[in-house]
């Protein structure tokens, strides 16, 4: 093991203890609810005529590129539903927390939003480190969480809706896509912590049954920007195209050194599942020009709700500034969230969760239903190409919404992967 790689795995146990102790000390210093007890589920403040939501995004940091423009959707939405009178006659009011690209803090803030703030339901994360940080202290407190962002599967809580891809919805369509094109042999380049990590064991699974071969596997720190080792091995494999799970501003790194490693989108093909438009433009399009996403939604995704999403967030923020999948499921997320508060007559999360299954919303990527017994939604996969004017323009969909299945128990060669 390098020197560099011991250094990441000790900040790892290092953050884990750190993260560990935060919730605790969150827990034990936090506000009392009603009853008295920390020990106890916080009570969302209802009482007056705003409810608070918590916004809960890293502001700061290597993934302050994709999550500030979530943040951003997130205000919109909710500006949205108070110009027109807010949800059961209340209007909402943001609170917006850093979480710093450092999951401890992100559990920090997860908490202060729950114990202090009171809000009734919060929305954010993008890594699922963060996620995987903050998810026990939604499970203690019974707190709503609203996570936008696609990721590994494996996972469910009765406490967080996913309105991001899981598995079946993005990576696997991806590899089927690559499979179609005749692309037998694939490389694997992802950033260092769980969902790169649990995301290429399904890849390896997949390629193993279905005759691919995965000719690499490398992993660098999140906030990386030393790339040239890797692009030089990845070139060396001569693998047919590369599968990639960097998170962050690395990207901005990788694809520079991929370039000037002589590497191009027709000699070796990268499909990403994490850029989209605004790392597109932050990367520059002169690198990623003809490149693959797999996503649910682009800029480009044709019907009159994106047309009306994309006119008012660009109105809002300006015209240059692009949307993103990850954006739309924010945005969409907060609908969703209000249309379960109005079924369910109540903003309690109990029953806010009973009256979610089969909530439907025509959202920019298409109508998205949410499955109640997964707490996923329907989505439509989509593969798209880089353009030079840094939009994604698609190149196949599937056809239909896709059922979530976070566990992959519709797939045979997944079994025992969780």
């Keep these: 093991m390098s020197s560099g790689s011991r250094i990441f795995r000790r900040q790892i146990v290092a953050g884990a203890a750190a993260l560990a102790a935060a919730v605790a000390l969150s827990a034990c210093g936090a506000k009392t609810d009603a009853g008295g007890s920390s020990d106890k589920a916080a009570q969302a403040d209802t009482s007056g005529d705003t409810v608070k939501v918590g916004l809960l995004n890293s502001l700061s940091g290597t993934m302050a590129i994709s999550e500030v423009t979530v943040r951003d959707s997130l205000k919109l939405?909710?500006?949205?539903?108070?110009?027109?009178?807010?949800?059961?006659?209340?209007?909402?009011?943001?609170?917006?927390?850093?979480?710093?690209?450092?999951?401890?803090?992100?559990?920090?803030?997860?908490?202060?939003?729950?114990?202090?703030?009171?809000?009734?339901?919060?929305?954010?994360?993008?890594?699922?480190?963060?996620?995987?940080?903050?998810?026990?202290?939604?499970?203690?407190?019974?707190?709503?969480?609203?996570?936008?962002?696609?990721?590994?599967?494996?996972?469910?809580?009765?406490?967080?809706?996913?309105?991001?891809?899981?598995?079946?919805?993005?990576?696997?369509?991806?590899?089927?896509?690559?499979?179609?094109?005749?692309?037998?042999?694939?490389?694997?380049?992802?950033?260092?912590?769980?969902?790169?990590?649990?995301?290429?064991?399904?890849?390896?699974?997949?390629?193993?049954?279905?005759?691919?071969?995965?000719?690499?596997?490398?992993?660098?720190?999140?906030?990386?920007?030393?790339?040239?080792?890797?692009?030089?091995?990845?070139?060396?494999?001569?693998?047919?195209?590369?599968?990639?799970?960097?998170?962050?501003?690395?990207?901005?790194?990788?694809?520079?050194?991929?370039?000037?490693a002589g590497l191009t989108a027709a000699s070796m093909p990268v499909v990403s599942v994490s850029i989209a438009e605004e790392e597109v433009k932050s990367i520059g399009a002169q690198y990623l020009a003809g490149q693959l996403t797999a996503w649910n939604y682009y800029q480009t995704t044709a019907g009159a709700a994106n047309t009306e999403f994309v006119k008012a967030y660009k109105a809002k923020y300006g015209q240059d500034k692009p949307t993103s999948d990850p954006m739309e499921a924010a945005y969409t997320s907060v609908y969703l969230w209000k249309a379960m508060v109005e079924k369910a007559k109540s903003f309690d999360p109990e029953k806010v969760k009973s009256a979610s299954d089969g909530i439907t919303f025509d959202a920019p990527e298409g109508k998205v239903t949410i499955d109640g017994a997964t707490q996923h939604i329907y989505k439509t996969a989509r593969i798209g190409k880089i353009g030079t004017d840094g939009l994604i323009e698609q190149v196949w969909d599937s056809g239909k919404a896709i059922k979530p299945d976070p566990y992959l128990k519709g797939y045979s060669w997944a079994s025992g992967l969780s």
């Design 77 to 260: 939405a909710i500006d949205e539903i108070n110009a027109k009178g807010g949800v059961l006659g209340k209007k909402i009011k943001p609170i917006s927390e850093d979480g710093a690209s450092d999951w401890p803090t992100f559990a920090e803030k997860a908490s202060k939003l729950i114990r202090e703030d009171r809000v009734v339901a919060t929305f954010g994360c993008w890594t699922s480190a963060s996620r995987k940080a903050v998810k026990p202290v939604f499970e203690k407190n019974k707190s709503l969480l609203f996570y936008p962002v696609q990721y590994e599967g494996l996972e469910e809580s009765p406490y967080i809706f996913y309105t991001g891809a899981t598995t079946n919805q993005q990576i696997v369509p991806a590899l089927d896509y690559l499979k179609s094109q005749g692309k037998k042999s694939i490389y694997l380049v992802g950033s260092d912590y769980v969902f790169p990590r649990t995301a290429n064991k399904i890849i390896q699974a997949y390629a193993k049954a279905n005759g691919m071969k995965v000719l690499g596997e490398d992993y660098a720190p999140l906030g990386s920007t030393e790339f040239s080792t890797i692009a030089n091995k990845v070139k060396a494999s001569k693998a047919d195209a590369v599968f990639n799970t960097l998170n962050g501003d690395s990207n901005v790194a990788f694809f520079k050194e991929y370039k000037s």
